[in-house]
């Protein structure tokens, strides 16, 4: 079903990963063991193409899972942390989920499946009211959601308590019994007697041993633990003196690949910006704070600019842009954080949807919540400032078509950052040196306005505007999806 060829994968110099050929059968759970470092998640990474190996392959139904989008719906993931919107209720994650999938079910039958896994009493509240047991539980939910023919979970039993524990496992029982391809990677080892089929041990990026594990207990597996890690890799294909035979690949059994249609470019624009918008409406992790720093800098400008008609308008374009700018980059920054803290971006490049699609949406909701900055600032800047009241909407139409812009530079910028630590540094530092063609030509239109110019005068300051927005929107276009390729765990 899913199968590795020689896969190698390193980060820098070192190599998390090399020479690993695996199999993983229909109808069978593979575990994957080995201490912290050995290439576990690396490896559950790459067979879910979120990574692109240096070496080797990785093929899904004997194909490169590489080669199309649509092959991604074919594998349902688990991570460590459940990627959960903490805004969003259970429902509304597994509508979401759906429809990156290219499905459209109803809500009755999304209740149904809530039901069946003992969420309806959570199907409506916040997802951060879970506990990490139902919230694990509804991770898995959404993984078999679009049925997908393969399963991997890395280190799903990690926080559970025994309750919690006994019931992933059911679960995963009545997976494997269902045809489909399961890899799982643990620390665990009490777990695995009667749950896994095989094992795979790795250590410093190299199997060391693999291998049927029927008919072993807790103990066994315990007692050769110690022995495998401690091998040397080239050695540990074969289980050791007395243990039993290793069995050579598990039978399979016969498990389609999902053949659902992945969702068009419209549709996937739809499903995130609706999402990103019901986030922000919930969370207010964006608008609040950038609202109120953009008041803070009108009220600055307010006593810092001089008296009189002409000192304003010699200085106010200069001021409306430095508020209405920084308030962005406050905005953007705080939404990549809080898609990042819910592991959006790693959520998003493991479905099957295209990520330039991914891009105009990001852009598009950022665009939406500067034009509600806008809205606010606007009003307050004219006023405050005592500038001609009939001059505001010109000077907001060529504010909305510079932040136009600006949004696809931010919306590029935030992705290249958005495993960094300094991911709200880097917005700034990196998006106005290369939104500066963009940004003179914007100052210059709003200062012609605030003088009284005629429209022809205007034209060659927009056509400039138009020209940058289009050009960096097509840049972002082309690069937001190499550049989240190597997003790390964002």
């Known amino acids: ?45 790459l067979l879910a193409g979120l990574d692109r190996p240096q070496e080797g392959q990785v093929l899904l139904g004997g194909r490169p899972v590489l080669e199309g989008r649509e092959r991604r ?31 459209r079910p109803p809500a009755s039958e999304l209740a149904v499946l809530l039901d069946a896994q003992g969420l309806t009493p959570w199907a409506h509240r ?44 059911e679960r995963l029982l009545a997976a494997r019994a269902a045809g489909r391809a399961i890899l799982l990677t643990t620390h665990d080892l009490e777990r695995l007697p ?15 041993w693999r291998g049927s594990i029927e008919g072993w207990d807790a103990a066994a597996l315990r007692s050769a633990y110690p022995s495998w890690i401690a091998a040397p890799a080239a050695m ?84 409306l842009w430095v508020a209405m700018l920084f308030a962005a980059v406050l905005a953007q920054g705080r939404g990549v954080a809080a898609e990042q803290e819910a592991g959006g971006l790693l959520g998003l490049r493991a479905a099957p949807v295209d990520l330039g699609a991914v891009f105009t949406a990001k852009w598009l909701t950022a665009w939406l919540t500067c034009a509600v900055l806008l809205l606010a600032l606007l009003p307050a800047f004219v006023i405050w ?12 139409a060529i504010a909305l078509l510079g932040l136009a812009g600006w949004c696809a530079v931010g919306t590029l910028v935030a992705a290249l950052g958005a ?38 005068a205007l034209a060659p300051a927009l056509v400039l505007i138009g020209a940058f927005g289009v050009i960096f929107w097509v840049l972002g276009l082309w690069l937001y999806p190499l550049v989240l390729e190597d997003a790390g765990d964002s």
């Open 385 to 396: 400032l005592g500038l001609p009241v009939e001059r505001a909407p010109a000077l907001g």
């Open 236 to 319: 540990a294909m074969a289980p050791a003196a007395g243990e039993p035979a290793a069995a050579a690949a598990i039978e399979a059994r016969p498990a389609a690949l999902a053949t659902t249609p992945a969702p068009g470019f419209g549709r996937t624009v739809r499903t995130v910006v609706w999402k990103d918008l019901l986030v922000e409406v919930r969370g207010r992790e964006a608008l609040l704070p950038a609202l109120v720093f953009g008041l803070v800098v009108t009220v600055i400008f307010q006593f810092g600019l001089p008296r009189g008609l002409d000192g304003l308008a010699a200085g106010a374009a200069g001021a």
């Open 1 to 45: 079903m899913l199968a590795a060829r020689g896969l190698g994968r390193r980060f820098g110099r070192r190599w998390a990963l090399r020479g690993l050929d695996l199999d993983l059968p229909a109808g069978g759970i593979t575990a994957v063991v080995g201490p912290n470092g050995a290439g576990k998640t690396t490896l559950l990474r």
């Open 126 to 169: 916040p997802a951060r009211t879970l506990s990490r047991g139902l919230a694990q539980r509804l991770a898995l939910l959404r993984a078999l959601l679009p049925d997908p023919a393969v399963l991997l979970l890395d280190e799903p039993f990690t926080g559970l308590d025994p309750a919690a524990a006994a019931d992933l496992t």
């Open 73 to 103: 719906g074919a594998i349902g993931l688990v991570t460590h942390q459940p990627r959960l919107y903490p805004q969003l209720s259970p429902l509304e994650l597994l509508r979401f989920h759906a429809q990156l999938h290219g499905l």
């Open 194 to 208: 009667g749950l896994a089929d095989a094992l795979l041990a790795l250590r410093g990026g190299r199997a060391v």
């Open 419 to 456: 495993s960094s630590r300094a991911r709200e540094t880097l917005l700034p530092l990196l998006g106005f040196p290369l939104a500066l063609p963009l940004l003179l030509p914007c100052v210059q239109a709003s200062n012609l306005v605030l003088e009284g110019a005629p429209a022809s």
